[in-house]
């Protein structure tokens, strides 16, 4: 008799992970995987390491926070991931906990991956490994480093310091706090705030990624709501937008 399967981590103690592979009877004829199809993930104390099934190195993918899959192999220089195939055709990824789209949920460092089955189609997988110790708090999250606000409509916003702000040829990006995707909102031309959803995101050329617990707002020269406007005191001119965010 065939059956459905789900392979499940789960922490045992602290610094322990366990394995379950779950099944259940279907009733009718499909194909399971055989173990050795099945990922594998073992945590050290700075990184992680991912054994995926034989497949193909252009497919493994990670997902950012709005879970858009992002080929590994465009990032893996920028962001310190190590991404080989072993003589057997199995996969081999490593990640410092430090690598972009790691996430830090609940003591662990996660870190979401979509990876193709030889024979089998695409699969995914989340990569966790506990941190040790008690879980961060997140009562105090980090704020950058901020500038007196004049304006009162202003005061409950904490302004993001030019520092926190990266520049280069086609767009720029600023570091925001830890906290919620959702609570990102940019505002538009009349001053009214939008949510970035992943649709907006899509449609303005908004890129969100985490980092170092930190997430990181990317938006193109050409995105939504992005002005140009010439220095009174420079011959240049400078891009800028408002960016909002909740803690």
Not at 45 to 50: D, T, Y
Not at 109 to 125: P, R
Not at 165 to 174: A, R, W, Y
Request: include cysteine.
């Amino acid at each position: 008799m065939d059956h459905y399967f789900y392979n499940i981590y789960y922490q045992m103690a602290p610094g322990k992970l366990g394995q379950a592979l779950m099944s259940c009877r279907t009733g009718i004829n499909v194909t399971v995987p055989t173990e050795e199809s099945l990922p594998s993930v073992f945590c050290g104390k700075s990184g992680m390491m991912i054994k995926l099934p034989k497949g193909s190195l252009n497919a493994v993918k990670v997902r950012d926070g709005f879970g858009k899959a992002i080929p590994v192999r465009s990032i893996s220089k920028n962001c310190n991931y190590q991404l080989f195939q072993m003589k057997t055709g199995h996969i081999i990824l490593i990640a410092s906990f430090q690598s972009c789209q790691i996430a830090f949920v609940d003591g662990c460092f996660a870190l979401s991956l979509q990876f193709q089955h030889a024979g089998h189609g695409m699969g995914e997988v989340s990569a966790l490994c506990y941190a040790g110790g008690k879980p961060k708090p997140t009562s105090q999250p980090e704020t950058p480093t901020t500038r007196e606000v004049t304006s009162s409509t202003l005061s409950t916003v904490i302004p993001v310091d030019v520092s926190a702000t990266i520049c280069n040829k086609d767009g720029m990006s600023v570091v925001l706090p830890r906290g919620p995707w959702w609570g990102i909102r940019v505002k538009d031309l009349s001053g009214k705030e939008i949510i970035v959803t992943s649709v907006v995101a899509e449609r303005c050329h908004y890129e969100l990624s985490l980092h170092l617990e930190k997430r990181i707002f990317t938006t193109t020269y050409t995105g939504c709501f992005v002005e140009q406007l010439a220095s009174t005191f420079q011959a240049t001119l400078e891009h800028f937008f408002v960016v909002t965010w909740w803690l």
